[in-house]
C-alpha cells in the first residue's frame, strides 16, 4: 500500500502538468499524485487523464466545477487522502516554483526523522528565492516576518506552499472551520498545526518563480493574508485554534 501523496492544484497548467508529473514519478520514492483541477479551459485535465493510462494506480484527477480559490483545492485533495490510507499528504505548485526532487527530503524529514510538518522553507537559511524581482521578494519576506510576530509562532516562512502532513495533523483539523482560500490558508494550516502542538520542522530550498503559465497572485490574496493574520490571532486570543 503507497502511504505518500502528492496533492497539486491547477488551473490553466498545461505548459508545466506533463513535466512536472513526469518528475514526481521518476523520483525515487513511489508517490502518488492527485491532481485537483478548477475546470481549466486550456486542457490541463486532458493531459492528466491521457497520462492515467500510463500511469495507472498512480495518477489521480479530481475535477471541480470552477475556479474557487487554492485553500478549498487543498482540503477537497486533504479529504481525498483521508478516506484512503495514505500516511503521508503533501501540497506542492504545479509549475516547478518548488523543486520535486526536494519532495524526498520533506518526506524523510516527517517519515524517519519523527516531524509532523515538513515545511519546504525559502526563509530558514537566507533568502532562497529566483526570478523575484526585489520588491516581491521584500513583500514576501516582510509579510512572513509579520506574520510570525503577530502569531508568535516559530516559522520563518509562514505563506510556504510547499509542504508535508503526517496523516495525524490533518485528521485533528476541522476543515469546514478552515477559514481562507489564498495565501492566508497556507498561514492558518501552519498556525492551527503549530497551537495544536505538532513538531514543525523547515527544511531549506530554493524557489524558483514560474517561467511558464501565468501566476495567480492577486491583491485581494495579499489582503488576505494581512488582514487574515489579525483575525487568527484574535480568535486564538479567545482560546480558540479553530
Request: glycine content about 8%; overall charge positive.
Amino acid at each position: 500500500m503507497q502511504e505518500a501523496l502528492v496533492v497539486i492544484p491547477t488551473y490553466n497548467e498545461k505548459e508545466n502538468i506533463e513535466r512536472i508529473l513526469r518528475t514526481v514519478f521518476s523520483l525515487h520514492t513511489d508517490f502518488h499524485v492527485l491532481i485537483v483541477d478548477d475546470n481549466s479551459p486550456d486542457g490541463t485535465q486532458e493531459i492528466v487523464k491521457h497520462l492515467q493510462g500510463e500511469y495507472e494506480h498512480r495518477l489521480f484527477l479530481l475535477p471541480r466545477k470552477g475556479k474557487q480559490g487554492l485553500g478549498t483545492a487543498y482540503l477537497a485533495g486533504f479529504s481525498w487522502a483521508l478516506e484512503r490510507d495514505y500516511q503521508y499528504i503533501f501540497e506542492m505548485d504545479a509549475d516547478f516554483s518548488h523543486d520535486p526532487k526536494d519532495l524526498e527530503r520533506l518526506y524523510a524529514t516527517c517519515r524517519d526523522d519523527g516531524f509532523d510538518m515538513a515545511i519546504g522553507s525559502r526563509y530558514v537559511k537566507g533568502v532562497n528565492v529566483v526570478n523575484w524581482p526585489m520588491s516581491r521578494v521584500l513583500l514576501s519576506y516582510f509579510a512572513s516576518r509579520y506574520v510570525r510576530f503577530i502569531l508568535g509562532m516559530p516559522i520563518e516562512d509562514t505563506t510556504a506552499g510547499f509542504v508535508c502532513y503526517r496523516r495525524a495533523v490533518l485528521e485533528k483539523m476541522n476543515f469546514k472551520k478552515i477559514r481562507f482560500v489564498g495565501y492566508a490558508f497556507q498561514i492558518e494550516m501552519k498556525f492551527i498545526t503549530y497551537k495544536f502542538g505538532f513538531k514543525i520542522k523547515e527544511i531549506p530550498v530554493i524557489f524558483t518563480d514560474r517561467s511558464l503559465g501565468e501566476s495567480k497572485m492577486t491583491s485581494g490574496i495579499i489582503n488576505e493574508a494581512v488582514f487574515g493574520v489579525l483575525k487568527l490571532k484574535l480568535r486564538s486570543l479567545l482560546g480558540r485554534h479553530q
